[in-house]
């Protein structure tokens, strides 16, 4: 009995050391160090990365002048390590691994791990960040036009998880209880280390890049229960985001050209020199209340243009000039530097 106990519990041990490095379907850590070497810890930087589909397994890609670099393929035949997802890579803070793979593979010239872009399959920019926090009425002209006050203090709400969607992928409308969709094109900020009351002079230091996103917004369930806008803002695919994720430091994030177009007609064009809150405020604003961590996504606001707003000037709205969205309307978005976000209704 007690041997059997002594085994038991060197088994459970096993266990917890295998989960710790990322579930019960990977390799042990004894073998991951020996087979994959040196974790790299860090963020990256002069990097573009995206995620594609291959053999029904999200991979991490890194866009170059040689094409779309499957990095985990050249990982293992660099005899490298390098984290498999772009989750993977924030939350554990190993940018740095993926950079150090990138720059062997250009030099090596590896070509079977580079692929042409037009073939891949694009997947979920991320999956799982811990948070998706959200920034409203954070464009002086999109509160004007929508008859609100400008915010004193940054108005947070948030998204869930399956609310996430891949470039190119498409929004099923929830039909049955929603009626008025609505586009939001938005800057997104992505963590790369974990913030407590961040100063704003520090900030952008805790970014580890950003990305094209859009607040997809079903505007009757956003306003149906008065001041929570929650319902309307996180239902399956209302949060798409790509198809690249690009390094902090090859973006100011204060002076970016943002547009949204539906079925090629612009409907917002914008820079994010309006914003009422920058990017170092949200982040310090929002460290001093709740702690972000490496991976967590901060949409930062969308500009003016929206289908919902307000009656300016006496001139038609903008709902009644264009009809809300509907069932296969191809919406594209684009932030300069950060690529164009494609995606349709269905």
Request: hydrophobic share 40%; charged share 25%.
């Amino acid at each position: 009995m007690k041997s059997d106990r002594r085994n038991f519990l060197k088994g459970a041990g096993a266990i917890g050391a295998v989960a710790a490095i990322g579930g019960l379907n990977t390799v042990s850590a004894e073998a991951k160090v020996k087979v994959t070497g040196e974790h790299k810890k860090g963020m990256a930087r002069g990097l573009t990365l995206l995620t594609f589909q291959r053999k029904g397994a999200y991979c991490l890609g890194a866009k170059t002048d040689k094409g779309v670099l499957d990095v985990k393929q050249a990982a293992e035949s660099l005899k490298m390590y390098s984290p498999a997802t772009l989750d993977e890579m924030l939350q554990n803070e190993e940018g740095a691994s993926v950079q150090a793979v990138v720059e062997a593979a250009l030099k090596s010239g590896a070509q079977k791990a580079f692929l042409k872009e037009e073939s891949i399959e694009y997947g979920p920019l991320l999956v799982h960040p811990e948070k998706i926090v959200c920034v409203g009425l954070n464009y002086r002209k999109h509160a004007e036009e929508i008859k609100l006050p400008i915010p004193k203090q940054p108005v947070l709400f948030n998204k869930f998880n399956n609310s996430l969607l891949h470039h190119g992928g498409t929004i099923k409308l929830p039909s049955a209880v929603s009626k008025k969709f609505d586009y939001e094109i938005e800057l997104v900020i992505v963590m790369g280390k974990e913030a407590r009351n961040v100063s704003e002079k520090d900030a952008l230091s805790y970014v580890a890049g950003y990305c094209t996103g859009n607040d997809f917004s079903a505007r009757d369930l956003q306003f149906e229960t008065g001041g929570q806008w929650m319902a309307g803002k996180t239902s399956d695919g209302f949060a798409p985001l790509g198809p690249y994720f690009v390094t902090a430091e090859q973006v100011n994030p204060d002076n970016l050209n943002l547009e949204t177009r539906v079925n090629g007609e612009t409907r917002q064009s914008s820079n994010t020199n309006d914003l009422v809150f920058n990017c170092s405020q949200i982040i310090s604003w929002t460290t001093a209340r709740i702690p972000l961590r490496p991976g967590d996504i901060i949409f930062t606001g969308t500009p003016g243009g929206v289908i919902f707003n307000g009656v300016a000037n006496g001139q038609a709205t903008n709902k009644e000039k264009w009809g809300w969205l509907k069932s296969g309307d191809k919406i594209a978005c684009s932030v300069e530097k950060l690529g164009e976000l494609k995606f349709d209704l269905a």
